[in-house]
């Protein structure tokens, strides 16, 4: 058949514009870029306890290889990265808080969200030592479950420390002072937030809301009030734990996946610990407890590929065997490292809900 | 000072550079450290506290791995933080390296600080010379610091310790002080600040300052020397290490070691953090630290860094043995006081500033010679509107209190008529006037200053009341002879010390001879003299 030039003319235009259109397909999709070796790059703030993960080589390489992506990822307190100007003026390509409550509360800052999807979970536990354990299963605040990890009873906790109870008091020897129980910021991080939201469930007798008396607000103020400092980030707070030992840091508020990772992340030093320090670190199980989900908050269009990626089984996979998340529906992982397997609870019962956004901006308010 | 002008091709080259570097000792099986002979790596400037100079050789083994050029400036935490924080004067450094995480925790409003981990610990606690410590008989029991208060009160303890307001080891030790003062086992609120008991213990407490400084790796080395010189102070408020350091070096010297006590009742404990600042150089610059940082936990580094007297991570590996003969033990559990709320903690620093330390006595010898005419004199105007403007002073914690006494004396060949005043607003404001009036001209002697300036200073340093000092700041070769004012000074019976301050073409010998025989410090004062004479603020 004969082709008249005219014909041919728009064919090849039309060739060569869907040509033109693929390759411009092809390299504003991460996922095509990722193959042909080149790149986006996402910048955005995360809480401090996913730094790790974020860092993780096998993360890198993953979200690399599989969406072309490359995070500049900076360290922010849940609250404060939806909040700030400071954060937000630094026009963030996405946000990656700790706390459900948070994509609200960036909504209502003005934050433009492309999407929001829960990536991770991790239930708020309290750590602490064993001796300091072993004083308050004595003093009645904790049961053992196993050799290894503990349940606590946060509202007969939290009455001691709003009663100026000192250590000696709850049955913990050779601390100095009042009980204490330290989170971070409220304002500025999400583990201190969501103690926050906890403190008034159990002070209150239920999930608080706008209708819940203002006393309650009062005794979560002093409870925060008797912190103290408190760090702006999870990570930092939960490394200053470490660092401090039972002297320091008798009790901190964190997520559970933190000393999963520690220990995961070095065995060898875990090992030498369990052998020979003095005090070694252990979980306490709020009783009930509160689940930190982590969404990822999209704001640049680019970060919806980043949402993929994390999704993906493999990302997934890493996220619980090295770093001990939880993933988006609070189950544990179906392998277990012998050497945390039991310090963890597999299934947690005991979970009550977050008080609504509303309610929570009014608690926090007040610890401003 | 290393700036950000090594971004770009110089790093690109460097990572290029690296790679050959290790392509090479991988194919070779050479080491990493032979690789080092690369001269083109990345030039990194480091923002530390005093008390890690001890630790630079380690971070500079790093750095020559890398054929990269690594420049420590050292700072106070507190001055690390005010460089965070500034739009005007940001701080210039890729990693930043202050003694406690909280001072960035306070400061870095735009979280430019990445990746801060922390690289050891040290408690700051208080070192006795022993044969006091056993007087005291603390060698026997625990101590708290109600003991130590009641020492201060009785004139049985003096020590040194760093500036609160400064220093990291000065605030740790004083916030710590107020906490355990207040005595309820609570943390320090606003309440307590105003308390007139809380603030009474506290200033018992103070009255114990024999000397102060802006820095704690200083004050040891000022402990040390002028133990040499046979000047034995009492005591130290300093890092648990810092002590190690200044006990391990005067054992050797077969000189009386310091007992180290650690209140029972609670103690500061600093974390030594280490972070990347981003201020936009690069992936590359921000992988070096992160490597650098994972060089300082190899379990090799490690052990060097536990044997000065550093306490580890837990679980990074053994610290370093005790000594029992002078009660050290980096393994001994401690309890450490809880640091208050950020309001709190700047409400405290201000309060010692403006109230309860010991007042200073300065007595401030101003060269106004022929040669300052120009640049010299500009910046003295410039010195002189900054020290005495209390919002400027106050911003950086080194306003003047309406105790405090100053003494300005402006010199040449001879010294002028000296201006006298005190922190409150009326004193601050005519001497700023009579400051920004100041004209070059004549010869230069800075002895006959510092001269007139003891005679001035005498009547209050007799009261005893005032943490007292010279400053000479200076541009040129001086005539006369420093006997004629050391002669004056071993007969004022040795009290004053003597802080220099270098301008243009300053014989700094001149002045090194000044500040070593009194224990005194030089400042350079050429890269600006306000910032000269705001850092010496912290030494009175």
Redesign the interface.
């Known amino acids: 058949m004969a082709i008249s030039r005219r014909t041919l003319g728009l064919g090849l235009l039309g060739f060569s514009a869907a040509a033109t259109g693929a390759a411009l397909y092809g390299r504003s999709n991460p996922l095509i870029r990722g193959y042909l070796g080149e790149t986006t790059k996402l910048s955005g703030?995360i809480g401090g306890e996913k730094?790790r993960f974020v860092a993780d080589p096998d993360v890198v390489t993953a979200l690399r290889r599989r969406a072309g992506l490359e995070l500049d990822a900076?360290?922010?307190g849940s609250i404060e990265m939806a909040r700030e100007r400071?954060?937000l003026d630094?026009k963030p390509q996405f946000l990656w808080p700790s706390s459900s409550v948070v994509v609200d509360l960036a909504r209502a800052s003005g934050v433009k969200i492309r999407r929001d999807q829960v990536i991770l979970n991790s239930p708020i536990v309290v750590y602490s030592w064993d001796n300091v354990a072993k004083g308050l299963v004595a003093g009645g605040f904790a049961k053992a479950d196993g050799d290894l990890r503990y349940r606590l009873d946060l509202s007969a906790l939290l009455g001691a420390i709003l009663q100026?109870k000192?250590w000696s008091d709850i049955g913990v020897p050779g601390?100095?002072?009042?009980a204490?129980l330290?989170s971070t910021d409220p304002n500025r991080s999400n583990s201190g937030f969501m103690l926050v939201g906890l403190a008034a469930n159990l002070l209150g007798g239920g999930v608080a809301t706008s209708a819940t008396p203002a006393t309650i607000g009062e005794q979560v103020a002093t409870i925060f009030?008797?912190?103290?400092?408190?760090?702006?980030s999870s990570g930092?707070m939960f490394?200053?734990y470490?660092?401090?030992?039972?002297?320091?840091?008798p009790l901190i508020v964190g997520y559970e996946n933190q000393l999963v990772e520690w220990v995961l992340e070095?065995e060898a030093?875990?090992r030498?610990?369990e052998a020979a320090?003095?005090?070694k670190?252990v979980i306490l199980y709020p009783e009930p407890t509160v689940f930190s989900a982590h969404p990822l908050i999209a704001v640049d269009d680019q970060a919806g590929a980043l949402i993929e990626a994390l999704m993906t089984p493999e990302v997934q996979e890493i996220a619980w065997t090295k770093h001990g998340f939880r993933g988006p529906l609070g189950i544990a992982g179906e392998s277990g490292n012998p050497l945390v397997k039991d310090r963890i609870l597999p299934r947690i019962d005991a979970v009550i809900p977050m008080p609504d956004f509303h309610t929570m901006l009014a608690l926090i308010d007040r610890l401003a | 000072m290393i700036g950000g002008g090594a971004a770009g091709t110089p790093m690109v080259l460097s990572r290029f550079a690296v790679r050959l570097a290790l392509a090479l000792a991988g194919a070779l099986g050479l080491s990493l450290g032979i690789a080092a002979c690369s001269p083109s790596g990345p030039e990194i400037a480091i923002a530390a506290g005093s008390e890690n100079k001890v630790l630079e050789p380690l971070v500079q083994e790093f750095c020559k791995s890398r054929g990269a050029k690594c420049g420590f400036n050292y700072q106070g935490s507190l001055d690390i933080g005010f460089g965070l924080k500034s739009a005007t004067a940001p701080l210039q450094a890729d990693v930043v390296w202050p003694a406690a995480?909280?001072w960035i925790?306070l400061f870095d409003?735009?979280?430019k600080v990445?990746?801060?981990?922390?690289v050891s610990?040290s408690p700051v606690i208080l070192g006795v010379r022993k044969s006091k410590a056993e007087a005291l008989g603390w060698t026997r029991d625990e101590v708290t610091t109600a003991d130590i208060v009641a020492a201060v009160e009785k004139g049985d303890l003096k020590f040194l310790m760093s500036s609160a307001t400064q220093s990291n080891s000065g605030a740790g030790a004083y916030l710590a002080m107020l906490t355990t003062a207040v005595g309820?086992?609570?943390?320090?609120?606003s309440g307590d600040l105003s308390s007139p008991d809380v603030r009474q213990k506290a200033r018992a407490l103070l009255a114990g300052v024999e000397r102060s400084s802006g820095s704690s790796g200083w004050l040891g080395d000022l402990f040390l020397d002028q133990d040499k010189r046979g000047v034995r102070y009492d005591a130290m408020w300093n890092y648990e290490a810092v002590l190690k350091e200044t006990n391990d070096a005067l054992v050797a010297r077969r000189s009386e070691p310091l007992w180290l006590v650690y209140p029972?009742?609670?103690v500061a404990?600093s974390?030594g953090p280490i972070g990347y600042l981003?201020r936009g150089r690069g992936k590359d610059v921000e992988s070096f630290v992160l490597d650098l940082q994972k060089f300082l936990a190899s379990a090799e580094i490690r052990k060097r860094i536990a044997a000065t007297g550093r306490r580890l991570?837990?679980?990074?590996g053994d610290n370093a043995p005790p000594v029992a003969d002078w009660n050290f033990d980096p393994?001994r559990?401690?309890?450490?006081v809880?640091?208050?709320?950020?309001k709190?903690?700047w409400d405290a620093l201000n309060l010692y500033q403006e109230a309860l330390r010991l007042p200073s006595l300065s007595a401030l010898c101003l060269d106004v010679s022929g040669s300052m005419e120009g640049e010299g004199i500009r910046q003295l105007h410039e010195a002189a509107s900054f020290l005495f403007t209390p919002q400027t002073t106050r911003a950086l914690l080194v306003q003047w209190s309406a105790e405090d006494r100053i003494i300005a004396i402006p010199f040449s060949s001879v010294p002028g008529k000296a201006e006298q005043g005190t922190g409150v607003p009326a004193d601050q404001d005519r001497l700023k006037a009579w400051g920004l009036q100041l004209r070059a001209g004549g010869g230069t002697d800075m002895y006959s200053c510092a001269r007139s300036a003891l005679q001035a200073m005498a009547a209050d340093l007799g009261t005893g009341r005032f943490l007292p000092a010279i400053v000479i700041m200076t541009d040129g070769q001086s005539q006369g002879s420093p006997e004629s004012f050391l002669r004056d000074w071993r007969q004022d019976g040795h009290r004053v010390p003597v802080f220099g301050i270098t301008f243009g073409d300053a014989d700094r010998s001149q002045l090194e001879r000044l500040a070593s025989e009194t224990g005194g410090r030089i400042f350079d004062g050429r890269s600006g003299l306000v910032e000269a004479f705001r850092a010496v603020r912290g030494y009175n």
């Open positions: 703030f730094e900076r360290r922010a400071a954060i630094q100026n000192r601390l100095y002072g009042n204490r330290i009030a008797r912190m103290g400092y408190k760090p702006s930092k490394e200053d470490l660092a401090g030992g039972p002297g320091a840091q070095d030093r875990w030498r610990l320090a003095p005090a670190p | 995480s909280i925790d409003e735009n979280r990445k990746h801060l981990a922390s610990q309820k086992g609570d943390v320090l609120t029972k009742d609670g404990v974390d981003d991570p837990l679980g990074a393994s559990p401690i309890t450490a809880r640091p208050p709320e950020p709190v903690i």
